[in-house]
């Protein structure tokens, strides 16, 4: 987590790939950094009591405040254009 704090530091959009995040855990990604706000996707299955393995990794987006609506608008467009 520190190496992601750093990178907050420096810069107002983060995406980071293969993290093993579980679904119930996201939430932690908007607490990391006052001034961020965090989302992505998990892809562990949890269907079942018991996780084996390694996962494929989810994806995790972290926006400062002033860019998170251009980001947002950003990705409804790349998911509307992946469903045509």
Known sequence: MHDILQLCETHNVICLQEHWLLPNELDILSQLHSD?????????????????????????????????????????????????
């Open 36 to 84: 961020f706000y965090g989302f992505g996707y998990s892809a562990v299955d949890i269907s079942s009591d018991i996780l084996i393995g390694r996962p494929y990794g989810g994806i995790v987006q972290f926006c400062i405040g002033n860019v998170l609506q251009t980001v947002l608008n950003l990705l409804i467009i790349w998911i509307v254009d992946l469903q045509q």
